[in-house]
């Protein structure tokens, strides 16, 4: 009798352990090859990659364009991005000196989730003897805590 039972519990022992390896094959196919896929955004002979979930997807200027004095600023951004329908975009020198401070407006209702149009222009005065600088935006985070903290980066190249 217990060698029955034995045998019978352990026919359904080893279903559940190939149902198990089975259903964990399947989520990491999920995980690791069924990522995020990414599109190719380009101006030109300029092209870079963008993930469909990025925070922030910047149109105008393209990473590497070349700028000048005054900067019109263009993209879409999370609504969480925004306080009061402005994000805080600063320009800085490849070296990380400051050379301007502004702000992009979101050009519809900015408190949502989604992603939200933006638009801004940014001047200032060309940097001397510098060649590349980085335009980056920055959360509006109005309560100042570490963890709503988070910025994007677009590389840009000065006129001469």
């Given at each position: 009798m217990v060698g029955v039972?034995?045998?019978?519990?352990?026919?359904?022992?080893?279903?559940?352990?190939?149902?198990?390896?089975?259903?964990?094959i399947v989520f990491l196919?999920?995980?690791?090859?069924?990522g995020e896929k990414e599109a190719e955004v380009c101006q030109g002979d300029d092209c870079e990659a963008?993930?469909?979930?990025?925070?922030?997807?910047?149109?105008?200027?393209?990473a590497n364009e070349v700028v000048s004095e005054t900067i019109i600023i263009e993209g879409r951004a999370k609504g969480t991005w925004f306080f009061e329908a402005t994000m805080?975009?600063?320009?800085?020198?490849?070296?990380?000196?400051?050379?301007?401070?502004g702000f992009v407006e979101a050009t519809s209702d900015w408190m949502v989730e989604d992603h939200v149009p933006f638009k801004g222009e940014l001047k200032f005065v060309m940097p001397e003897g510098i060649e590349n600088g980085?335009?980056?935006?920055?959360?509006?985070?109005?309560?100042?805590?570490?963890?709503?903290?988070?910025?994007?980066?677009?590389?840009?190249r000065f006129s001469e």
């Open positions: 039972l034995y045998d019978r519990y352990k026919n359904m022992f080893k279903r559940i352990i190939f149902l198990l390896v089975i259903i964990a196919g999920v995980v690791f090859i069924g963008v993930k469909p979930e990025e925070d922030v997807v910047v149109t105008s200027p393209l805080p975009v600063n320009l800085l020198a490849q070296d990380g000196t400051e050379i301007a401070i980085i335009l980056v935006f920055k959360t509006a985070n109005a309560a100042g805590l570490p963890q709503f903290d988070d910025s994007f980066e677009v590389p840009v």
